[in-house]
């Protein structure tokens, strides 16, 4: 059973940072495709950043230059490193197995001042 469970929300202020961590049982993180999306009140979900089994990342327009996708193949875990914080980044933010169609259960990043 894949499991994927996320920490690092928070609050913090315009221009700051925040690092999300995804903790992956089940699968080998190195492996699949994984990825980022998030979902702004009112809003419909995104996907944000995605890292494939060979290291390839892409990202959204919106977080472009600001989000970084990263992986601990040891730790099995995948990291969205955001910086330069926006108020419109204000969302509940999910990590995701791409190639399976596996969900973890969220975590808020509130950007305010």
């Known amino acids: 059973q894949v499991q994927l469970v996320e920490s690092g929300g928070g609050v913090v202020q315009p221009g700051g940072s925040l690092r999300l961590s995804c903790v992956a049982s089940g699968i080998t993180v190195r492996f699949n495709h994984m990825g980022w999306s998030r979902q702004a009140p009112g809003k419909q979900r995104e996907l944000v950043a995605q890292i494939n089994s060979n290291g390839y990342t892409n990202y959204a327009d919106s977080v472009k230059g600001r989000f970084a996708i990263s992986r601990d193949n040891a730790n099995n875990t995948v990291y969205l490193q955001m910086n330069s914080l926006k108020p419109e980044d204000t969302a509940v933010y999910y990590c995701?197995?791409?190639?399976?169609?596996?969900w973890g259960q969220g975590t808020l990043v509130t950007v305010s001042s």
């Open positions: 995701r197995l791409l190639s399976g169609g596996a």
